[in-house]
């Protein structure tokens, strides 16, 4: 769902990261190697990035990726969220079929 084949995102996150970049034209592309911190990610707005971004996809983002390196460009803070979806996505799967198989029977032993 990318709307510009040339960028590894969705349009949603570029909106979402350019919706707490108060130096940066949100009409312009977003560049996937763009200093944010240069271009006003301080750490109020990435408070509110994470947040937005946490809703959107529907992922929680683990103390362990919160680092200067995650939200120092759009592309390694892409890099992090799809990883963070995939997992979301695994968990999900893993639990549906747990609770699955929980309410099954066991098999017969004759």
């Known amino acids: 769902m990318h709307s510009d084949p040339s960028t590894p ?3 949603q996150f570029e909106e979402l990261v350019l919706g707490v970049l108060p130096r940066h034209s949100r009409h312009a592309p977003l560049d996937p190697a763009l200093d944010l911190k240069t271009a006003g990610l301080d750490s109020m707005a990435t408070v ?3 947040v937005r971004l946490e809703e959107a996809y529907g992922v ?3 103390d362990s990726v919160l680092s200067g390196e995650t939200f120092a460009t759009p592309a390694a803070l892409w890099r992090v969220l799809t990883a963070q979806r995939a997992t979301a ?3 999900a799967t893993a639990t549906a079929a747990t ?3 929980a309410g099954e029977e ?3 032993a004759s």
Do not use: H, I, S, V
């Open 48 to 50: 509110e990035l994470l």
């Open 89 to 91: 996505t695994t968990t």
């Open 9 to 11: 995102w969705e349009r």
């Open 60 to 62: 929680d983002f683990p």
């Open 106 to 108: 066991p098999p017969c």
């Open 99 to 101: 609770t699955a198989t």
